[in-house]
């Protein structure tokens, strides 16, 4: 028989399967689901059209289950060329809305979605991304569908519409020049709250699209439920001993993200341990997949021959994602995911680019997990945790820093210290561990989810 009850419905424009965005989806629908709603995510493969399908939704919680809101028939011109045409345009200046010939397309994407809206009595849409011009007929046509859905049942504001990238807090290089005079900006809808993760990008959000109202909703780490206990051994899985120290990099393989500081580092910690007389390995462990750029990934490795640690650094290839949402664990026997790398890990590192990150999810994940980390002075640091009284050496950089610069003595003999001294890994952890309970738990989010949208969760 089929379910007839109201749904929560997400849509992804960020294309992956597992992904950080992915999963604060999970937290949000966990979050409001309650008894009274079903939970249905389409995971945007029908918006960024071309990319490979990785793993669906095999990794979710038996509670989710992955639709596409467009069906599995395309309008007839709808096409990667189409889309990237498009796209071109935008990134000129021009608006979908004000380039005509794509009025016919943008409608009928957008009579789909209204389709599936009724078919599956859709009650609240959660929109990830949607601002971000990748794809901006399938933004045109979600706002088209928004403003009849919402009309047809009477709703108010339904939809909770969140930007984790914005053009500024990405790479803005590939998305026009401020102000965007093509991107469609957002707007003050009697169906929309608008949602972004940090009172930075608030504030340049505000800047941008000054009319709107935006909540800040940061990402969320912690669950009283959350108890993590490993499937197997990483260590075990990865032939890395276990006397070994173990610094985790949770993060893509990708320029951006300055993977060549950790081999710096760990070349210089190495050196001093043996210095000390301290016999044990240090072993890094980059958890992202390797082949998203090849070029990068075959020049950290050469880089790494030519250091103390050659041979100590692990590949992961693409672990599962750290989720507050316990994924079934039958499908997880068999995949280790970053939860396990942490459970096993002493140290994780954050050494990242200074303006390239949105957020910055490896902190709050390794201080809910009790295991010390290191970061860079990235721009959004001091906001999303230093602020909040989280503890970890911290390597200064700016906007002019580069991967290959020097690494300051001082930095070296902290970071020894976090890895090292059992005592003072001890108050950091407990310290940290306290500031992730305050700030990101998933009780603080559910309250805050409440408060926007009032009696309609009632």
Known sequence: MADTRDSILGISFDGLAISGIVNEFLNVAAAVRGNSFRVLFDL????????????GGAYFPPWVETVRCIGSTYP?????????EARARVLAGTSIAAAKIYDDVC??????LVATFVRENLRFLIVENGTLPDNPLFTEALYLAIAEYGARQKLGKYVFWRDHDLMWSAEPHLYGSYPYPGVRKPEPNPHIHYVVTTEWMRQRMYAWASSITCHVIPYRFFSPALNHLPSRSLRSAYAIPEDAYLVARCTRVVPQKSIERDLRLLDQLQLRLAASGDRRKIFLFVTGPTQEDRAEFERLRALEQTFSIAGQVVWGDGLLPFST????PAVQTNHLSIRDLLAEADLSSFLTTYDYEGFGLPPGESMVMGVPFIATTYELYHE???SKGAIAPLLPIDRASSP???????????TL??????SYRAQITSRNLEVVRRFFSMDALERQVREIFGSALS
């Not at 945007?44 to 990785?54: A, H, M, N, S, V």
């Not at 949402?325 to 079934?328: E, F, G, K, Q, V």
């Not at 290959?404 to 902290?414: K, V, Y």
């Not at 210290?417 to 059992?422: E, K, S, V």
């Open 44 to 55: 945007g493969y029908d918006i960024t059209l071309g990319r490979t399908k990785e793993l």
């Open 76 to 84: 007839r011109s709808y096409s990667p060329e189409l889309v990237e």
């Open 107 to 112: 409608n009928q994407l957008a009579a789909s």
């Open 325 to 328: 949402i316990l994924i079934d």
């Open 384 to 386: 999303v945790y230093g």
């Open 404 to 414: 290959d610069e020097l690494i300051p003595e001082s930095f070296i003999t902290w």
């Open 417 to 422: 210290r976090a890895l090292t001294d059992g």
